[in-house]
């Protein structure tokens, strides 16, 4: 659930970087179409990178029993 939340988050704050990559028309148009081309790469290869860290199988340690330690405590001392 917290990679999904972090991924989530690192979208959205990417998205949130490049506002001006929306914009149409004007003199910049030709650029802001690479630019976007660009991010939308961008955004397969990092999405392809958290899809794979999110399926990598995860091997958790074995458990190991340890028992309680024996306590030997002299008996009460009688005076």
Same mark, same amino acid.
């Given at each position: 659930m917290r990679k999904i939340l972090a991924m989530t988050l690192a979208g959205? &704050?990417?998205?949130?970087?490049? #506002?001006? =990559? @929306?914009?149409a028309g004007g003199s910049h148009a030709v650029r802001?179409?690479?630019t976007g081309a660009v991010i939308g790469a961008a955004a397969v290869v990092v999405g392809g990178l958290f &899809?794979?860290?999110?399926?990598? #199988?995860? =091997? @958790?340690?074995?458990?190991t029993y340890a028992?309680?330690?024996?306590?030997?405590a002299p008996p009460p001392s009688v005076y």
């Open positions: 959205g &704050l990417l998205l949130a970087t490049f #506002p001006n =990559a @929306a914009l802001n179409r690479w &899809l794979d860290a999110l399926q990598a #199988p995860f =091997a @958790a340690p074995p458990a028992p309680p330690p024996v306590v030997y």
